[in-house]
């Protein structure tokens, strides 16, 4: 479908990708809540053109329907990278992988990780308690689900600085390049990347990694294909690694930083934590659903209503998660951060086939967080002459947040 063939009234000016959407905190949430307004689906122009779907019902609807709405391909992430599995790839296919990977990330596995969480946080916070201050982004929020992922993957620490400036890369383009040199640049780091795993996968097959990790456990488990037992190929490895490295290391970081804006800027609300901490679960949920983090793509594989529009087999959607979570038919006076807010079936960690498969680990590195910042350094603000930067693009996230606190003695 072209621009030609959509009415004038659905088709908006609206970038996913836009620098001008990232910071201030607000920018994009304001846009979003305009799109809505205007109406449950439009178009834009860019990236080859897509859908833009606004509401909870018709995106929850979508979520679920992986026949009808296709993964693969998505003109808003693709870079030559080909599919991520198991997210981009269909069911039944989806299938077999995602229960390979699902005892690896259950709630009762995670659980048992909490010990260690626990004390990762508490190192990071002895490394600037004492000083007063600290870039909370750099210091915290992007250390935190490094050292827990790359530790859990059994992946090495030393290369964190690397797979940073990949995912960077592969996430948000090159700022301030046009759209054919950011995904040139996507794709070569999708290439670093695909090459560091192949050597990775050949030193664990090769016993010279931790036979105990997440990542040789997937390497050696068979999974049931077309009733054929096999192992994970290589290619199929590297691009799950490289979707698990991107999941990983980027939606904690941007949650947390919101959470930390959200309650400086609220202290009633960060009182309340401070407390009595059987209230962070529900706070953290309230940040999930507030400030949804991730933004899907999907296909139409047949033609197909939504909202009151025609949708052409073959047309790109995009699945604005943040704004559902604030549509006024699901949730009540949406737009509020309510910490006892009840039931909330948020989507940020989606829906259907392809629900976040690390969510259980999600939750439970915010809440942990949420428990011992508010333990050990409760009257954080921020500073007025140096404010957040964030980032905009699919995964949305903080990119820099300076605070300033009492000293721990």
Not at 42 to 49: I, M, T
Request: glycine content about 6%.
């Amino acid at each position: 479908m072209t621009i030609d063939d959509i009415a004038a009234d659905l088709v908006v000016d609206f970038d996913v990708y836009d620098p001008a959407l990232a910071s201030p905190v607000d920018v994009f949430q304001e846009r979003a809540a305009e799109l809505r307004a205007r109406g449950p689906i439009l178009y834009s122009p860019h990236y080859g053109g897509h859908w833009i779907v606004t509401r909870y019902a018709d995106i929850f609807r979508i979520l679920r329907d992986a026949e009808t709405f296709s993964s693969y391909p998505n003109n808003l992430v693709d870079a030559g990278q080909g599919k991520f599995i198991p997210v981009e790839i269909d069911p039944p296919e989806h299938t077999q992988y995602r229960q390979a990977l699902q005892p690896l990330f259950s709630p009762a596995r995670m659980k048992e990780l909490e010990p260690k969480i626990r004390e990762i946080i508490n190192e990071l916070i002895d490394g600037f308690a004492s000083s007063g201050r600290c870039e909370f982004v750099a210091e915290f929020a992007h250390a935190l689900p490094t050292r827990v992922f790359l530790t859990l993957m059994g992946w090495p620490l030393d290369d964190a600085e690397r797979f940073t400036e990949w995912t960077d890369i592969a996430l948000q383009g090159i700022p301030g390049a046009d759209e054919e040199e950011s995904a040139r640049a996507r794709a070569e780091a999708a290439t670093n990347v695909f090459e560091y795993f192949g050597a990775f996968v050949e030193r664990v097959r090769s016993g010279q990694e931790d036979p105990g990790s997440v990542t040789a456990q997937i390497i050696n488990t068979p999974i049931r294909m077309d009733g054929v037992e096999r192992h994970l190929t290589d290619e199929e490895l590297r691009r799950m690694f490289f979707l698990l490295l991107i999941a990983g290391l980027h939606t904690v970081q941007g949650s947390l930083g919101w959470a930390m804006v959200h309650l400086a800027n609220n202290p009633t609300q960060r009182n309340a934590l401070i407390g009595d901490s059987s209230l962070v679960p529900h706070a953290v949920e309230e940040v999930l659903r507030i400030e949804a983090a991730v933004s899907m793509g999907r296909r139409a594989t047949r033609d197909v209503e939504i909202g009151g529009v025609n949708i052409k087999a073959g047309d790109q959607l995009l699945l604005l998660l943040c704004s559902a979570n604030r549509d006024d038919t699901e949730f009540d006076d949406p737009d509020t951060f309510l910490i006892e807010r009840g039931s909330n079936r948020h989507l940020s960690f989606g829906a259907g086939p392809h629900r976040c498969l690390g969510s259980h680990l999600a939750r439970l590195e915010l809440t942990l967080a949420m428990e011992e910042i508010h333990r050990r350094i409760p009257d954080y603000t921020l500073i007025e002459n140096d404010p957040p930067l964030m980032h905009g693009t699919s995964v949305r996230g903080c990119v820099r947040l300076p605070l300033e606190f009492t000293p721990e003695q």
